[in-house]
């Protein structure tokens, strides 16, 4: 019997391989990291349910440390404007909420407002 693959996805949430299990019995499933399964996916992985397909150890190291820097990245964030607010602002007119008008409106009713 083929196995269905869960893709594009790298993440499993227990909601969605409880739903699938209802098909399937054992489906695979990317990963560029193996070592990196979040806990819910370890055990899906232990259980037989889930097989990981993932890079071959030799390649694991660099994609690690791309990893590594991204998430250190991602902390000195925290609190920040965000990923969408930075890419957004670079690009106006690209924000759907913006494009006519109205949020520039709104800011600006709201300024005009006494405390």
Do not use: C
């Not at 969408?84 to 009713?109: C, H, K, M, Q």
């Amino acid at each position: 019997m083929t196995k269905p693959i869960y893709f594009p996805h790298t993440y499993m949430p227990p909601e969605a391989a409880a739903a699938i299990r209802s098909v399937f019995t054992a489906v695979a499933g990317y990963q560029p990291v193996a070592a990196r399964l979040s806990s819910d996916m370890r055990e899906l992985a232990e259980s037989g349910f889930l097989e990981i397909v993932s890079l071959a150890p030799e390649d694991e190291e660099p994609l690690h440390r791309v990893l590594q820097e991204f998430e250190r990245w991602g902390r000195l964030q925290q609190g920040g404007a965000g990923l969408l607010s930075v890419f957004l602002s670079n690009r106006p007119g690209s924000d759907p909420l913006t494009v006519d008008g109205t949020a520039a409106r709104i800011a600006s009713e709201i300024r005009r407002q006494p405390g």
